[in-house]
C-alpha cells in the first residue's frame, strides 16, 4: 500500500511539470463563461499533442497503455500548476472500447481522445429523464442507412460537437430496454436542428436541446449490435459517475486553490463563516483524490463496470457542491454583481447531483446493488 | 502509486477480523461478560498489535502505521473493548524519545478535552487531565518541557484512578481523570530529546489511529442497520425496501466509502511524508471521518426506530465509541483549523 511515485512514476511526473510550467493556457476550471469550451478544445489537443492525454488507454487509439495510477498524477500536476482540467470525454472512450467493433474504434476512436473531433452525447429525452429506458428517439433502418428522429435535451456542447453518440430505439416490438441502440451521428445535417438552453448561471453555449427530423446515419456506425444500446449506455453512465474517468480532482483541486489565494490576499476580510466553508471544501476535495487513487489502484487488476460509479458520483458531487459552497462565502459579494464569476462557480455546481444520473439514482443502485436490499 | 493492500496486510486485517468476529461485542450483553472481554484481552495482547510501534534495533517501527490502522479498524467495527489506542500512542512516545519499552500496561494522558496530549506544569499533571484505555493500564505518558525540546514522563494509574467499563460516554474503552496529586515521574533511559516534528508526527499517528477506528465503527453500524433493515416489517415489507429507508442507507455507505478512503492516506502519510505534511493529511482526515461517522451512528439509531432508542441496541453504543474516537486529539472544529493553519490562511481562534 504506497501513495508514493515509483521510480517510472516519479520521472514522468518530472517531465510533466516542466511542460505544464511552459504550456499553461490559464484557462478557468469551470464552465462559468461562452468561451469555456472552445478553450478547451485548445487545451485538449495540446495536452494530447505533448503526449500527456489518454494515458490508461490502449495506444492503437492514441493511448499510452499506461497503468491507471497515472491519471492521478496528472490530475495533481494540474493542480499544482494551476492548469486547467483533463478533458472529460473518457466514459465516451470506454463505452466505445467495450461495445464497438473494431471497425468502430478504429474510426472514432482516435478523433476523439486527440480531440480533433469532438462529441456529444444523446441520450436523455423531455420524457426520458432518470427513465432513459423509454426514450422514444427512433431509428429505421432504410438500405446502408438508419433515419433518425426524435428529440434530445441536455445535450452538452451540441453546437460545437462532430458527432453525437445517440440512443434510438431500433425495435418497437421488445420490452423498452431491449429494444435500444447506440449510433455515432454525424451532426451538421440540415436535419438536425439545435436549440440552446441557458443554464442557471447564465451559461448559453453548453445546454441545449437536439432535434433529429429524419437525420441520416450510415449503418456502420452503430456501436455494438442492434439492441445493445442499453447496455452501452450503462457502460457510459457507470463510468460518467467516476472522477477518476472525468478528471474532475484537478477541476475542484483548481478552483478550491483560488478560493485559498483569495483569503491569502486579504486575511482580514473573513470571519468564521467562509474559512469554515473553504476548509470544508480542501477537506472534500482531499477526501476525492485519495479516493480515486483508491478506485484507480483497484483498477490495476482490470477494468470494471459496476455499481461503484454510483458512490463515486455522491462522492464528487459532495465535493463539487462544498467547494460551491466556499465559492459562495469565499467568493463574496455576489449579491450585487450578479455576473461574478464565484456565483457561476456556484450555480453549476448544483448540475453535479443531476447530470450523469441525479443522486436519488445514485442511492437507489447503492441500495439494491451494493447493499443488497430488498427490492419494494 | 498502488494503494491496494499487500498480501501481508490483507492477512493482518482478516486475523484481527476473525478476533472481534469471536470475541468482540455483539450485544449489550456482551458488554457486561467479564469473561469474554478477558479472552479479547489475551487475544489482543498475543497477537503483538499493541506492540506495532515499538523500535526495532534501529529505531523504525515493527510496523508502519497503515498496519496499526488496519487493525484499529477492524477493532472499532467489532466494538473491542480492549486496550489499543492508548497502548500504541504510548509506545510511539517511548519509541520516538529512544526509551526502553514499557514494563507493564502504559497508555497516554490527555487534556480533558482530550484534544491534546497533557503536559506536565510543576512536577504534576494538570487537574482535569484524562488517562486513554483506563481499564487496566498502570502507567500513562505525559509530555515533559516545551515543544521546542521535550521528554516524556509518566503518572502512576493505581486503583481506584483506573475505571469501570461504564465510566465514560464509549462503553468500549473506559477514561478516567488522573486523581491528584498526578505526580509525574522522568522516564529513564530517554535517548533524545522530543521536538516539534515529534509532536506533529505523534499527533498525526493519533489522528490516524481514531480515523481508523470511525472508519471501523461506521461499517459496523451500517452492518447492524442494514441487516435490521431486512428483517424488520412493517406494512407488509422489509423496511428495506422502501426509498426512504435506502437513502438514508445509501448515504451513510458513501459516507464509510469516502472516510476510508482519506482515512488510509491519512495512515500511509504518518511514516512516508515529512511530519507537517502527514499532520495536515490527519487532520483532513480526521475532520472528514468525525463528521461522517457522527451522521451514519445517528442513521444507525434513526433506522432502527423505538429500539435504536434503547439502552438494548447496540446502535448507541456505536455511536458512543463514534464521539470518543471523534474527540480524542480533535474533532471537527479542531481538525478543520489545522487544515486552514496548514495552507497559511488559519486563525488563532480557531474554528471550533
Not at chain 2, 486503583?159 to 461504564?166: F, G, I, K, Q, W
Request: proline share 4%; charged share 20%.
Amino acid at each position: 500500500m504506497d501513495f508514493a511515485d515509483s521510480p517510472e512514476e516519479l520521472e514522468f511526473r518530472r517531465r510533466l511539470r516542466a511542460w505544464l510550467s511552459q504550456n499553461n493556457p490559464g484557462l478557468p476550471a469551470s464552465s462559468t463563461a461562452d468561451e469555456y469550451w472552445a478553450g478547451q478544445a485548445v487545451w485538449h489537443q495540446a495536452l494530447y499533442d505533448a503526449g500527456f492525454f489518454g494515458l490508461s488507454w490502449p495506444t492503437e487509439v492514441g493511448g499510452h497503455g499506461l497503468p491507471s495510477v497515472y491519471e492521478v498524477i496528472l490530475d495533481e500536476e494540474l493542480i499544482t500548476a494551476g492548469a486547467p482540467p483533463r478533458p472529460s470525454v473518457g466514459y465516451l472512450v470506454q463505452g466505445l472500447l467495450r461495445h464497438g467493433n473494431a471497425d468502430v474504434r478504429g474510426r472514432f476512436l482516435p478523433g476523439l481522445v486527440s480531440g480533433r473531433e469532438r462529441w456529444c452525447q444523446g441520450f436523455s429525452e423531455p420524457d426520458a429523464g432518470s427513465d432513459l429506458a423509454s426514450l422514444r428517439t427512433q431509428a429505421v433502418r432504410d438500405g446502408e442507412e438508419y433515419v433518425v428522429t426524435g428529440h434530445k435535451v441536455w445535450t452538452s456542447y451540441s453546437d460545437a460537437a462532430d458527432w453525437c453518440l445517440v440512443l434510438a430505439r431500433t425495435d418497437p416490438e421488445v420490452p423498452t430496454h431491449k429494444g435500444i441502440s447506440a449510433f455515432v451521428v454525424p451532426m451538421g445535417q440540415a436535419a438536425i436542428e439545435q436549440r440552446p438552453l441557458q443554464m442557471i448561471n447564465g451559461v448559453t453555449r453548453e445546454f441545449g436541446e437536439v432535434l433529429f427530423d429524419g437525420a441520416r446515419v450510415d449503418a456502420a456506425n452503430m456501436v455494438g449490435e442492434p439492441g445493445e444500446g442499453w447496455r452501452l449506455a450503462m457502460t457510459v453512465v457507470s463510468h460518467e459517475r467516476e472522477p477518476g474517468e472525468l478528471g474532475y480532482v484537478a477541476r475542484y483541486g483548481k478552483l478550491v486553490n483560488e478560493l485559498v489565494h483569495v483569503v491569502e490576499e486579504e486575511p482580514s476580510r473573513f470571519g468564521p463563516e467562509p474559512r469554515r466553508d473553504l476548509a470544508w471544501a480542501l477537506v472534500e476535495t482531499e477526501m476525492l483524490r485519495c479516493h480515486v487513487s483508491r478506485r484507480l489502484s483497484e483498477r490495476l487488476e482490470g477494468l470494471t463496470h459496476g455499481p461503484e460509479g454510483s458512490v463515486d458520483k455522491l462522492l464528487m458531487t459532495a465535493a463539487e457542491q462544498a467547494v460551491g459552497h466556499a465559492a459562495l462565502t469565499v467568493g463574496g459579494a455576489v449579491h450585487v454583481d450578479g455576473d461574478d464569476t464565484w456565483l457561476k462557480v456556484y450555480l453549476y455546481s448544483r448540475a453535479q447531483s443531476v447530470m450523469g444520473g441525479t443522486s436519488q439514482i445514485q442511492r437507489n443502485l447503492i441500495a439494491g446493488r451494493i447493499l443488497e436490499l430488498p427490492t419494494s | 502509486m498502488d494503494v491496494r493492500l499487500s498480501p501481508e496486510q490483507v492477512a493482518l486485517r482478516d486475523a484481527a477480523a476473525q478476533v472481534v468476529d469471536r470475541l468482540g461485542v455483539h450485544g449489550v450483553a456482551g458488554l457486561d461478560d467479564g469473561e469474554r472481554a478477558a479472552k479479547l484481552d489475551a487475544a489482543v495482547a498475543a497477537s503483538g498489535w499493541r506492540e506495532l510501534r515499538t523500535a526495532t534495533d534501529d529505531g523504525a517501527p515493527w510496523a508502519s502505521a497503515v498496519e496499526v490502522a488496519l487493525v484499529a479498524e477492524e477493532l472499532g467495527r467489532g466494538l473491542a473493548d480492549a486496550a489499543f489506542v492508548g497502548a500504541t500512542l504510548a509506545a510511539e512516545l517511548r519509541r520516538r524519545a529512544g526509551a526502553p519499552a514499557a514494563g507493564g500496561s502504559e497508555t497516554v494522558v490527555v487534556c480533558a478535552d482530550l484534544g491534546e496530549m497533557a503536559t506536565e506544569e510543576g512536577g504534576r499533571v494538570r487537574a482535569g487531565a484524562v488517562a486513554l484505555d483506563a481499564g487496566i493500564a498502570e502507567t500513562a505518558l505525559v509530555s515533559v518541557g516545551s515543544t521546542g525540546g521535550w521528554t516524556i514522563g509518566a503518572v502512576a494509574l493505581l486503583p481506584p484512578a483506573r475505571a469501570s467499563s461504564t465510566s465514560g460516554v464509549d462503553l468500549t474503552r473506559p477514561v478516567a481523570s488522573v486523581r491528584a496529586p498526578g505526580t509525574v515521574v522522568a522516564i529513564d533511559g530517554q535517548a533524545r530529546p522530543l521536538d516539534s516534528d515529534d509532536a506533529a508526527a505523534w499527533q498525526s499517528l493519533g489522528l490516524a489511529v481514531t480515523s481508523a477506528d470511525l472508519v471501523g465503527v461506521m461499517r459496523g453500524a451500517l452492518d447492524l442497520t442494514t441487516d435490521y433493515a431486512r428483517s424488520r416489517r412493517q406494512y407488509g415489507a422489509a423496511i428495506g425496501s422502501f426509498q426512504a429507508v435506502q437513502h438514508l442507507l445509501a448515504d451513510a455507505f458513501v459516507a464509510m466509502e469516502g472516510s476510508r478512503s482519506i482515512a488510509l492516506h491519512a495512515a500511509w502519510a504518518v511514516d512516508a511524508l515529512p511530519a507537517s505534511e502527514a499532520l495536515a493529511a490527519a487532520s483532513a482526515a480526521k475532520a472528514y471521518c468525525a463528521r461522517a461517522a457522527r451522521t451514519v451512528c445517528e442513521t444507525a439509531i434513526q433506522v432502527h426506530g423505538g429500539i435504536g432508542n434503547t439502552w438494548e441496541c447496540l446502535a448507541h453504543v456505536y455511536l458512543r465509541r463514534a464521539l470518543l474516537s471523534s474527540d480524542l486529539l480533535g474533532g471537527v472544529g479542531a481538525n478543520l483549523a489545522r487544515v486552514l493553519a496548514a495552507r497559511n490562511i488559519g486563525v488563532d481562534d480557531g474554528l471550533r
